[in-house]
């Protein structure tokens, strides 16, 4: 099977095969997911697959397979969770992310965006930049105005603090 002709087979076939896996699955996201991987390995074998006969039965097998398999992933997972002590309370999150959370959202979106993506995803500037569609320049410029502006908006909320906090006493 040639390139073109798979591209054919898979436009074909996939909304057919993402109906009968969700009919079976019960779940759209998870019928799309296991068909695409499906159509990722017959792409791998797309030479033999015109040989075989009968391609889109070969990704539906494959198909349902993987969603058996994950199903049972799944199962089991459940059931390791239910047996293992659930803590008694969940933290919530402390004053410090917060703080951060609440600054943040003051941000421009791009700036926001910006600072999100470099210091808490770990992406490079080139990545952020690659990511948002913005040029290097525009995405250090935007960095620096955001971590700028949190740094006075955190500064700000720091000395706001009330004096109980600080260990004096309220007057």
């Not at 059931?79 to 999150?93: K, M």
Request: aromatic content about 8%; glycine content about 8%.
């Amino acid at each position: 099977m040639t390139e073109d002709e798979f591209d054919a087979f898979y436009a074909a076939a996939f909304p057919r095969l993402t109906g009968q896996l969700f009919a079976f699955t019960g779940d759209l996201g998870e019928a799309q997911d296991v068909v695409q991987e499906a159509f990722v390995r017959a792409w791998d074998r797309r030479h033999k697959l015109q040989a075989d006969g009968a391609p889109e039965a070969w990704v539906r097998t494959v198909a349902m397979r993987l969603a058996v398999s994950r199903w049972r992933r799944a199962r089991r997972w459940l059931e390791l969770v239910r047996h293992s002590a659930l803590p008694e309370t969940t933290p919530g999150p402390g004053p410090e992310r917060a703080a951060l959370v609440a600054a943040l959202r003051e941000l421009p979106e791009h700036q926001r965006m910006a600072v999100v993506l470099h210091h808490l995803c770990d992406l490079s500037v080139e990545q952020v930049a690659s990511e948002t569609g913005a040029p290097v320049g525009t995405v250090k410029v935007r960095l620096s105005r955001g971590r700028a502006a949190l740094a006075k908006q955190l500064a700000v909320d720091e000395a706001e603090e009330p004096a109980w906090r600080e260990g004096g006493r309220v007057g």
